[in-house]
């Protein structure tokens, strides 16, 4: 069965800080990845996604830049921390070609200080 | 007009009320589509999934999908305490790029 891990599970940085964050999934392979942030009462929002190694797409112009240097590791960063970076991160992935549902990790709770 | 909207809620009901849970949404190439239970802290959850129009039902639980309406639900029998999370509506046509209602609040109270 397929699996995805992300950690770490909260994380509290200064501003001005670098940020990684990981995400990787077991048990597939070629998986579309996806990396989201969840503020209260908004929803979703889709920062990156990416359909291979190496190969990202952004969604949002942001403080933020992701990559895939594996199949299946897909790293969220950013070189300084603001603020509003704050929020709750989701990775997650989904079968490549086929139209299905997409699977969550368990999320990173982001407070910039 | 945003893509999916689903009722913010929040949604209070004594224990073994039955619940519905609705999203409508624009784009009619939507074929797929998807429910979340998100509890607090934790990464959306899978919860069911529906291909085109219909019923399904898991449980306690039964998904709906009325494409004429562009219009899905999700209902929850005989709900319990445990239920008490929030509830994502998602969607999609591609399977690589997902839509997602911004969550239902739902309260189950003993």
């Known amino acids: 069965s397929q699996t995805i891990h992300q950690w770490p599970a909260t994380l509290v940085q200064p501003v001005g800080s670098p940020l990684s964050l990981e995400c990787t999934v077991e048990g597939t392979s070629n998986p579309n990845l996806y990396w989201y942030r969840q503020a209260a009462g908004r929803g979703l929002q889709l920062l990156f996604y990416s359909v291979g190694i190496g190969q990202i797409s952004s969604e949002v112009p942001q403080n933020l830049s992701a990559s895939r240097p594996q199949d299946r590791q897909f790293i969220l960063s950013s070189k300084k921390l603001l603020l509003s970076d704050s929020g709750f991160y989701l990775c997650?992935?989904?079968?490549?070609?086929?139209?299905?549902?997409?699977?969550f990790g368990q999320g990173t709770r982001l407070t910039v200080v | 007009q945003k893509e999916v909207e689903q009722d913010p809620g929040p949604l209070s009901v004594p224990e073994g009320a039955i619940v519905s849970l609705n999203c409508t949404y624009s784009?009619?190439?939507?074929?797929?589509f998807m429910w979340y239970r998100q509890y607090s802290r934790k990464g959306p959850e899978l919860l069911m999934y529906t291909y085109s129009s219909g019923n399904k039902e898991d449980g306690r639980f039964t998904a709906q999908v009325d494409k004429s309406s562009k219009y899905i639900s999700l209902f929850i029998r005989d709900s319990q305490p445990s239920d008490s999370a929030t509830y994502l509506c998602?969607?999609?046509?591609?399977?690589?790029?997902?839509?997602f209602g911004t969550g239902t609040s739902l309260t189950v109270i003993p």
């Open positions: 997650a992935w989904s079968v490549k070609g086929k139209i299905t549902e997409a699977f």
């Open positions: 784009n009619s190439a939507f074929q797929y």
């Open positions: 998602a969607m999609t046509w591609t399977g690589n790029q997902f839509y």
